[in-house]
């Protein structure tokens, strides 16, 4: 993009104005700000190109295993935690399908699953959307990639689709590419093998998987960039190492944890979440320290003030409370993500507790940079409700949710209300969706914010079930999906 394009520097002298004025809104926190004088400069527009974005993803975290957001006080992410001080965050990110590559094509086309092709693992994106990394790349940016993509059609049993990734189906990733699509099968926690971009194997042995992926990352940042780029960073950790079928830490790390805080949700209900707990802490501390070596080396480079640092998760985790897995569920424990942004005109220190969607993100890091968002995208830009330019009642607080393979289910999350509609003649791994849904499961958000007590078919909350069916079916149709029926449920689940 060129320095002196008008719509840059518009944006540039907007977020300079919101980072000096910028004052606590409905529906915020503020939090201490630092290291201001340095940020207004960068956002005053400074540097000499504009911003690099690292958009580091990481695998099932739960949100309230970052600190900051005060909800565990036994995780240990001091990185996390100083990023959400010092940037900009939302409390209530919410992915839009609770599971691994359905979550990442909502995430880089700013569209819902169904609509991107990857409804369910393994089926493959379309290749005909833009994405974030495409629209980057025709605005004058690289665009690089290290780690798990797990969007590419795949077939474990035939031993089809698992490793190196053509660059056809990069959907825009045209530079730096280190990764394997599904990576938690080529790849273990102190050994295997990711690709480069010509198909050539990159092997490790004897080192932590995800200090491995950060040295790649550490090595790509310490090059010379004659133009803005986009790394994207996409750890597994700290989901379960799949044919192992548990989480596994560093080395010493889950004994730092033996006897954990347990999340309220999780506590008075069956799971596994006894036997993963310590090593799922102990992943999420060495994600905390991949993410303090990443800030450590853009600090040295010399691009920490001009570059976007945007930390999220795919989904959370919920310890085969709910279902017989860890995510796939309408429950906060799933659909929570971290999205924790700092930067040029985003470091405000400030928490918003709106719901944002995962196919939000999208928009959201284009606007900062000052991308055009393609119309065909539908997730919101919501950089104005960091920049108190949008109270809380000019956003739409309502996220809409697809759920496949654990059943064919429909959901929306309010700040008030978690409501969830199943179509029980269907399999959830056979089709993307339904016609014929019966209401599953309710929750009070504000009286339960655990999700205890299913309200679905209780005679005293019909007419809010009425209300929220309405919602629900609009959302569904605004989503592209035919019209369909949800009926009332009949029993007590």
């Given at each position: 993009?060129?320095?002196?394009?008008?719509?840059?520097?518009?944006?540039?002298?907007?977020?300079?104005?919101?980072?000096?004025?910028?004052?606590?809104?409905?529906?915020?926190?503020?939090?201490?700000?630092?290291?201001?004088?340095?940020?207004?400069?960068?956002?005053?527009?400074?540097?000499?190109?504009?911003?690099?974005?690292?958009?580091?993803?990481?695998?099932?975290?739960?949100?309230?295993?970052?600190?900051?957001?005060?909800?565990?006080?036994?995780?240990?992410?001091?990185?996390?935690?100083?990023?959400?001080?010092?940037?900009?965050?939302?409390?209530?990110?919410?992915?839009?399908?609770?599971?691994?590559?359905?979550?990442?094509?909502?995430?880089?086309?700013?569209?819902?699953?169904?609509?991107?092709?990857?409804?369910?693992?393994?089926?493959?994106?379309?290749?005909?959307?833009?994405?974030?990394?495409?629209?980057?790349?025709?605005?004058?940016?690289?665009?690089?990639?290290?780690?798990?993509?797990?969007?590419?059609?795949?077939?474990?049993?035939?031993?089809?689709?698992?490793?190196?990734?053509?660059?056809?189906?990069?959907?825009?990733?045209?530079?730096?590419?280190?990764?394997?699509?599904?990576?938690?099968?080529?790849?273990?926690?102190?050994?295997?093998?990711?690709?480069?971009?010509?198909?050539?194997?990159?092997?490790?042995?004897?080192?932590?998987?995800?200090?491995?992926?950060?040295?790649?990352?550490?090595?790509?940042?310490?090059?010379?960039?004659?133009?803005?780029?986009?790394?994207?960073?996409?750890?597994?950790?700290?989901?379960?190492?799949?044919?192992?079928?548990?989480?596994?830490?560093?080395?010493?790390?889950?004994?730092?944890?033996?006897?954990?805080?347990?999340?309220?949700?999780?506590?008075?209900?069956?799971?596994?979440?006894?036997?993963?707990?310590?090593?799922?802490?102990?992943?999420?501390?060495?994600?905390?320290?991949?993410?303090?070596?990443?800030?450590?080396?853009?600090?040295?480079?010399?691009?920490?003030?001009?570059?976007?640092?945007?930390?999220?998760?795919?989904?959370?985790?919920?310890?085969?409370?709910?279902?017989?897995?860890?995510?796939?569920?309408?429950?906060?424990?799933?659909?929570?993500?971290?999205?924790?942004?700092?930067?040029?005109?985003?470091?405000?220190?400030?928490?918003?507790?709106?719901?944002?969607?995962?196919?939000?993100?999208?928009?959201?890091?284009?606007?900062?940079?000052?991308?055009?968002?393609?119309?065909?995208?539908?997730?919101?830009?919501?950089?104005?409700?960091?920049?108190?330019?949008?109270?809380?009642?000019?956003?739409?607080?309502?996220?809409?949710?697809?759920?496949?393979?654990?059943?064919?289910?429909?959901?929306?999350?309010?700040?008030?209300?978690?409501?969830?509609?199943?179509?029980?003649?269907?399999?959830?791994n056979e089709v993307p969706a339904g016609m014929h849904y019966e209401?599953?499961?309710?929750?009070?958000?504000?009286?339960?914010?655990?999700?205890?007590?299913?309200?679905?078919?209780?005679?005293?909350?019909?007419?809010?079930?009425?209300?929220?069916?309405?919602?629900?079916?609009?959302?569904?149709?605004?989503?592209?999906?035919?019209?369909?029926?949800?009926?009332?449920?009949?029993?007590?689940?």
């Amino acid at each position: 993009m060129p320095q002196n394009d008008p719509n840059r520097r518009d944006f540039l002298r907007a977020s300079a104005l919101s980072g000096l004025l910028f004052g606590a809104t409905a529906g915020a926190s503020m939090l201490p700000q630092q290291e201001a004088s340095s940020q207004q400069k960068a956002d005053a527009g400074e540097s000499r190109q504009p911003p690099n974005i690292v958009l580091y993803c990481c695998d099932q975290m739960r949100t309230d295993f970052v600190g900051a957001f005060g909800e565990n006080s036994m995780s240990r992410t001091p990185t996390l935690n100083r990023m959400v001080r010092r940037g900009s965050s939302f409390r209530h990110a919410v992915t839009n399908q609770p599971l691994c590559s359905p979550s990442r094509a909502c995430m880089i086309t700013g569209r819902y699953a169904t609509e991107t092709g990857e409804w369910k693992i393994g089926v493959g994106m379309r290749t005909d959307l833009p994405t974030l990394a495409s629209v980057l790349t025709d605005n004058g940016y690289t665009s690089n990639f290290i780690g798990k993509w797990h969007l590419m059609a795949s077939d474990r049993k035939k031993g089809v689709g698992q490793g190196w990734v053509p660059p056809h189906l990069r959907y825009g990733f045209d530079g730096l590419w280190e990764g394997a699509n599904e990576f938690e099968w080529t790849t273990h926690p102190y050994y295997g093998t990711i690709w480069n971009n010509a198909g050539d194997p990159i092997d490790y042995k004897d080192q932590y998987r995800v200090d491995f992926i950060t040295q790649q990352a550490v090595a790509f940042l310490r090059q010379p960039h004659a133009k803005p780029f986009l790394l994207y960073i996409s750890q597994l950790e700290p989901h379960q190492q799949n044919d192992l079928r548990r989480m596994v830490a560093p080395k010493g790390y889950a004994e730092r944890f033996t006897n954990p805080q347990v999340p309220a949700d999780c506590l008075r209900l069956p799971g596994d979440w006894q036997q993963q707990l310590p090593d799922y802490y102990g992943c999420i501390q060495k994600i905390d320290e991949s993410v303090a070596t990443v800030l450590k080396t853009l600090e040295e480079q010399g691009m920490a003030e001009n570059t976007i640092v945007c930390f999220i998760s795919d989904h959370g985790c919920h310890f085969e409370t709910r279902n017989a897995e860890y995510k796939r569920s309408p429950h906060d424990a799933s659909i929570r993500f971290p999205f924790i942004l700092t930067g040029p005109g985003l470091n405000h220190g400030i928490v918003r507790d709106e719901i944002v969607s995962m196919i939000d993100l999208t928009p959201t890091l284009l606007a900062a940079v000052g991308a055009p968002i393609p119309p065909s995208m539908k997730g919101r830009n919501a950089l104005p409700l960091l920049t108190s330019q949008l109270a809380r009642d000019q956003w739409d607080d309502v996220a809409y949710i697809q759920i496949s393979d654990s059943m064919v289910g429909r959901a929306i999350r309010t700040r008030e209300w978690c409501y969830c509609v199943a179509d029980r003649s269907k399999i959830g791994n056979e089709v993307p969706a339904g016609m014929h849904y019966e209401e599953y499961q309710m929750y009070n958000m504000l009286d339960d914010p655990n999700q205890q007590v299913n309200l679905a078919a209780r005679k005293e909350f019909r007419d809010q079930a009425a209300i929220l069916r309405k919602l629900l079916l609009k959302k569904m149709v605004e989503a592209g999906e035919p019209e369909a029926e949800i009926a009332p449920a009949r029993l007590y689940p």
